[in-house]
């Protein structure tokens, strides 16, 4: 199976920051990772696709990045709405494995 | 859009089934474009996928649940389902039923559905 860390585990961060994530495979493998965001209660919503792709209907100041093993999340200027836990999710190979998540905070 | 709402019992008691089915709107479990997808969230911890199966029949189970989990498909209700044998505590979690566009990313998911296994 294909290990998936992110870091850090939770951030604190104001209104308008730039934010990062990210998360790490314990093998290299191209392009098939997937950005959700959880909100508490609610279902996993997808973000970013295919390391990059942004879903529709997305805000344009998610983005994705990364190949190999490293990839990232940013968030361009953060909003309270972006409060949640947010995970990644590798789709290179069966099982899908998930990330253990980033809890996002508004200050 | 693809909309999904799990039904089944909350309350599950130890070595029962645990079953649990996907009803699918806006959409149909025929498309080729989807696997129909199962996972789950231990309260307080991180997603699990458990498998999924497309409108063949056929269908990916990860391992550790493999040999416990059933899952099947029906086409006239427009609906999959999930069966998982022998619970334990350890699977009381909030089960998602999603779409899986390409078998690759969950684009489409139902609300979960809290299930507990306890006496």
């Known amino acids: 199976d294909i290990q998936m860390t992110q870091s850090p585990s939770s951030l604190s961060a104001s209104v308008g920051d730039r934010v990062t994530i990210t998360c790490r495979a314990s093998?290299?493998?191209?392009?098939?990772l997937n950005w959700y965001q959880q909100k508490p209660g609610k279902a996993p919503k997808l973000l970013i696709f295919?390391?990059?792709s942004l879903q529709s209907g997305v805000p344009s100041r998610f983005s994705g990045s990364g190949s190999g093993a490293d990839f990232t999340l940013t968030i361009s200027s953060l909003q309270p709405e972006d409060s949640a836990t947010y995970y990644c999710q590798q789709s290179w190979t069966l099982p899908l494995t998930f990330g253990g998540g980033t809890k996002v905070e508004i200050k | 859009q693809v909309q999904l709402q799990e039904s089944g019992p909350g309350l599950v008691k130890p070595s029962q089934t645990l079953s649990l089915t996907c009803t699918v709107s806006g959409g149909s479990v025929s498309s080729r474009a989807y696997y129909w997808s199962w996972f789950r969230q231990p309260p307080g911890k991180a997603l699990e996928w458990i498998g999924y199966i497309y409108y063949t029949g056929s269908t990916w189970y990860n391992p550790p649940l493999k040999s416990r989990l059933t899952m099947s498909v029906d086409t006239s209700k427009n609906q999959f389902s999930l069966n998982l044998t022998s619970v334990t505590a350890a699977d009381t979690a909030v089960y998602h039923c999603?779409?899986?566009?390409?078998?690759?990313?969950?684009?489409?998911w139902g609300q979960g559905t809290l299930v507990t296994v306890s006496s």
């Open positions: 093998h290299s493998f191209s392009g098939f």
């Open positions: 295919g390391a990059s």
């Open positions: 999603a779409s899986v566009r390409a078998a690759r990313e969950a684009d489409n």
